[in-house]
């Protein structure tokens, strides 16, 4: 592996200074990212949010992902909750080896795949050999 090992994370909630419009919990998604020899691909765990609620923007080298979840206001009192709704914010920089224009997303069952695509400086090549 490299010089820093990635570590499984629990469903962890964003501390900011900012305020958020919404009053719920905002939390960091976790991810997974693959590559390819023409491509990364994230995937994004953001159970609850619609596709109307997902949000990406790319601003210089910063993609920003957001997804909003409807809130639900259940009959009765809560006796026991273990799992909490709310936001999610996350946020990349991306170097100058993808692709900004062919950016992709799709999202099925509560989890966001973006694929990113290499720059075909990015890509690897085989360089032939000619003789003199």
């Known amino acids: 592996m490299t010089d820093k090992e990635l570590q499984i994370q629990e469903k962890q ?13 905002i939390f960091v998604p976790p991810v997974d990212i ?39 206001n259940g009959d009765g009192t809560v006796l026991l909750r273990e799992y909490s709704t709310g936001d999610f914010y996350r946020q990349f920089t991306l170097s100058n080896k993808i692709d900004r ?14 694929v990113l695509p290499k720059s075909d400086v990015a890509k690897p090549r085989k360089i032939a050999v000619k003789t003199s």
């Open 101 to 114: 224009e062919k950016i992709e997303a799709s999202m099925k069952d509560g989890v966001l795949k973006v």
């Open 34 to 72: 693959y590559e390819t020899e023409n491509e990364l691909t994230l995937l994004a765990d953001m159970p609850g949010v619609p596709i109307d609620g997902v949000s990406i923007d790319l601003n210089d080298d910063q993609l920003t992902i957001r997804g909003a979840v409807a809130l639900e």
């Open 13 to 25: 909630e964003l501390q900011t200074g900012s305020e958020s419009t919404r009053n719920v919990p």
